[in-house]
């Protein structure tokens, strides 16, 4: 059976199993605005505040500086802080303390869940000159790439203004924090003015060292001799803490990922401990429901995937062919079937897409190119991921022509899709009870980018990437597809809509309220 793409939507069909089954059309990929929010209740997991952070207790208030009310995020109910300590409260941050946030964050006996992470805690160093001087360049590059995050003091208001010279850096100050401790805002004073840089992601790239950094998991007591990160062009976190100290600034922090949402390593510990997956989901989303896919999507499940290589979602001459299984090639224009282990020679020649086969034919097509193997799997070579620059995927790859290279969209149900996330987002070894933790805010993530409609404009709905979560990275294996399967079709939801499923690597003791970081 011939099956045909939208040339108009660039839809692909849905993958078709070796039993025959009836193809089927995938979701237009549409944007579908902002989800529903409502009200919460509270449970017995010590959580911070539901509502947007104040910066009462701050450094504005020390230094009589105005306050930026424009910072924030929306408030997401389900995305609140958590506390991941056994002993520390929420008090440890409840006022501007900075020593205090310092001796939270040098404390190397300070145990909490995930602790085994060798990002628990961390330390980096670097000359204060060297680091005022990268940071004088680095605010002007932070606001050419976030100019809404970077605000000058003008007459007394902090007001977004372009910024092209910001004159020497005589200090950098911690301004905010959450209630978590999460650095909120940095204040840096020039010979210029006064600056005041927002988000979490920026200060981690304003304080990068571009030296060694230093971990320690919580059993251990110290850090380690052997750094986690040898060259810091982006902090692991922003929680943490400055420590001025002969010339140089010491960085103490710990933690790794935005902090948002499920910290990965402390459902392996809570799992391995006896908690269900079930129990660690809803420890992490607040006042979430467990529902499924067909519930919110019927039953078109899924998912197109943006395939990048070296992080860019654009590729130039590539290999496809099936190591089990004949290749079908089609679309509008023409539709040939290739034989097993035949290369086909995939190029972009001035827009067009050029395929040559093995006998020396050619077909060209300035339209979407389908490839299906009939079986399991297609091989995309040269695509560079952590195992390998020969990747296999599932399903459909269709390839687009631009101008001067080609788009690979990868088309398959959520499910397989599923296959190839959970391993390379959570190693097997932290058990398969937390690997199905992974599998359900994994999911959940996929259903609600589907309904955002984020990637609309490029023809999919998530990427492979971290920017949304990382795809046929690692082999796969059995725990995680065991994983998978015992939670088949699950997702989380709020006010009868899939959750925004944030998750990230360790936590630093505290997670993020979502307003204090996007």
Same mark, same amino acid.
């Given at each position: 059976m011939k099956k045909k793409i939208s040339l108009i939507f660039l839809s692909a069909l849905v993958l078709i199993s070796c039993t025959n089954e009836p193809t089927k059309k995938v979701k237009t990929v549409t944007p579908n605005g902002d989800y529903k929010t409502g009200t919460t209740t509270t449970t017995n997991t010590e959580r911070g505040n539901r509502e947007k952070i104040t910066l009462e207790n701050t450094v504005f208030k020390k230094l009589g500086l105005p306050l930026p009310y424009n910072t924030f995020g929306a408030a997401i109910p389900y995305l609140v802080p958590v506390n991941d300590n056994h002993k520390e409260k929420f008090k440890v941050f409840e006022e501007y303390n900075e020593n205090r946030a310092l001796k939270y964050f040098k404390d190397l006996s300070v145990r909490g869940h995930g602790d085994n992470s060798p990002y628990w805690r961390w330390k980096t160093r670097i000359k204060k000159s060297d680091l005022y001087s990268k940071a004088a360049n680095r605010l002007v590059a932070i606001y050419r790439n976030n100019p809404r995050n970077v605000l000058t003091l003008v007459n007394g208001e902090w007001q977004q203004v372009p910024i092209k010279n910001v004159g020497t850096v005589q200090d950098i100050i911690v301004a905010a924090r959450g209630e978590s401790g999460i650095i909120t805002h940095m204040l840096v004073i020039t010979s210029n003015g006064k600056y005041l840089i927002a988000k979490e992601f920026n200060v981690r790239k304003l304080l990068a060292t571009n030296n060694a950094l230093y971990g320690s998991k919580g059993e251990?007591?110290?850090? =380690? &001799? +052997?750094?986690?990160?040898? =060259? /810091? *062009?982006? @902090?692991?976190?922003a929680y943490l803490a400055l420590e001025d100290e002969g010339g140089y600034i010491n960085i103490y922090g710990g933690g790794f990922g935005h902090g948002v949402g499920m910290s990965q390593f402390a459902a392996g510990t809570l799992t391995k401990n006896g908690e269900s997956y079930k129990n660690v989901l809803k420890r992490y989303y607040t006042d979430i429901k467990l529902s499924t896919v067909e519930s919110? #999507?019927? +039953?078109? +499940? %899924?998912? +197109? /995937?943006?395939? *990048? *290589? =070296?992080?860019? #979602? %654009?590729?130039?001459? #590539?290999t496809i062919f099936s190591s089990e299984n004949k290749v079908q090639i089609y679309n509008d224009d023409f539709d040939i079937t290739v034989g097993e282990n035949e290369r086909v020679d995939v190029r972009n020649t001035s827009g067009t897409t050029t395929i040559t086969l093995e006998n020396g034919k050619t077909y060209k097509t300035k339209n979407p190119l389908n490839f299906y193997a009939k079986g399991e799997y297609l091989t995309l070579s040269p695509v560079r991921k952590g195992h390998t620059s020969s990747p296999k995927y599932r399903g459909i790859i269709t390839i687009i022509?631009?101008? &001067?290279? @080609?788009? /690979?969209?990868n088309t398959l149900d959520i499910e397989k899709y599923l296959l190839q996330v959970v391993p390379s987002e959570m190693p097997k070894s932290f058990g398969v009870e937390a690997l199905k933790v992974q599998a359900v805010a994994a999911r959940t993530y996929a259903v609600s980018d589907i309904l955002k409609g984020k990637y609309a404009q490029d023809g999919f709905h998530i990427k492979d990437t971290v920017e949304s979560q990382v795809y046929n990275n690692q082999v796969e294996n059995e725990e995680a597809t065991r994983a998978i399967e015992e939670t088949e079709g699950e997702i989380m939801t709020y006010d009868n809509m899939p959750i925004d499923a944030k998750y990230f690597s360790t936590s630093s003791g505290f997670t993020s309220h979502a307003s204090n970081v996007w």
């Open positions: 251990e007591g110290v850090y =380690n &001799s +052997k750094p986690v990160i040898a =060259n /810091v *062009t982006s @902090l692991p976190s919110v #999507l019927g +039953k078109d +499940k %899924e998912i +197109k /995937v943006g395939i *990048t *290589t =070296n992080g860019s #979602l %654009e590729h130039g001459r #590539l022509p631009r101008s &001067s290279s @080609l788009r /690979v969209i």
